[in-house]
Antibody, heavy 120, light 108 residues
Framework: EVHLVESGGGLVQPGRSLRLSCAASGFTFDDYAMHWVRQAPGKGLEWVSSTSWNGGTTDYADSVKGRFTISRDNAKNSLYLQMNSLRPEDTALYYC?????????????WGQGTLVTVSS | EIVLTQSPDTLSLSPGERATLSCRASQSVSNSHLAWYQHKPGQAPRLLISYVLDRATGIQDRFSGSGSGTDFTLTISRLEPEDFAVYYCQHYGSSRGTFGQGTKVEIK
């Protein structure tokens, strides 16, 4: 059974940094692309970032480009999101999601999310 | 980048009724790369349908997808109590996926 468990969220001041982690199990991690998707309070789903199976190709939403960095450690079955220069508008529940293939953008499994609050 | 617009924003229905949710794309969706997700408060989003009409594993047949080009529909034939949730359409097919703003199906 596929499990995705996010961690690392919390309360952080504007301008500071935070690193999110996602522990994956129940599938061959390095066979699939992985994504981060967020949901701000009272808003819908927003795709944030993706990484290919080996981390060689990454992509970012314009809203986070240059501030966030996605990475993965296939030996540890783990996905990460380094978030720098955080802004209040980055406040959201951040979900880790598995791609259905090498890189399609179709997300067949999601974690429960970790909450990031950016506030002074 | 394709922009997806869902309608209505909220659908108020009773259990047993039929729900029809719309998703309109700003340009034609190629290769039928249109998916639907269900999201309940406090839970992980769940993939319902991919390639416009293919139900994901374990999804009940009361959920069906249809459409082509720029207009797509998710139909729930008879609403069960557990179907009241927010539904999102998504365009995929590259390293990123674009979501619609969501339709909330609430109990009338």
């Amino acid at each position: 059974e596929v499990h995705l468990v996010e961690s690392g969220g919390g309360l952080v001041q504007p301008g500071r940094s935070l690193r999110l982690s996602c522990a994956a199990s129940g599938f061959t991690f390095d066979d699939y692309a992985m994504h981060w998707v967020r949901q701000a309070p009272g808003k819908g789903l927003e795709w944030v970032s993706s990484t290919s199976w080996n981390g060689g190709t990454t992509d970012y939403a314009d809203s986070v480009k240059g501030r966030f960095t996605i990475s993965r450690d296939n030996a540890k079955n783990s996905l990460y999101l380094q978030m720098n220069s955080l802004r209040p508008e980055d406040t959201a529940l951040y979900y880790c999601a598995k791609d259905k293939s090498l890189t399609s953008g179709l997300l067949d499994y999601w974690g429960q999310g970790t909450l990031v609050t950016v506030s002074s | 980048e394709i922009v997806l617009t869902q309608s209505p924003d909220t659908l108020s229905l009773s259990p047993g009724e039929r729900a029809t949710l719309s998703c309109r794309a700003s340009q034609s969706v190629s290769n039928s790369h249109l998916a639907w997700y269900q999201h309940k408060p406090g839970q992980a989003p769940r993939l319902l349908i991919s390639y416009v009409l293919d139900r994901a594993t374990g999804i009940q047949d009361r959920f069906s997808g249809s459409g082509s080009g720029t207009d797509f529909t998710l139909t729930i034939s008879r609403l069960e109590p557990e179907d009241f949730a927010v539904y999102y359409c998504q365009h995929y097919g590259s390293s990123r996926g674009t979501f619609g703003q969501g339709t909330k199906v609430e109990i009338k």
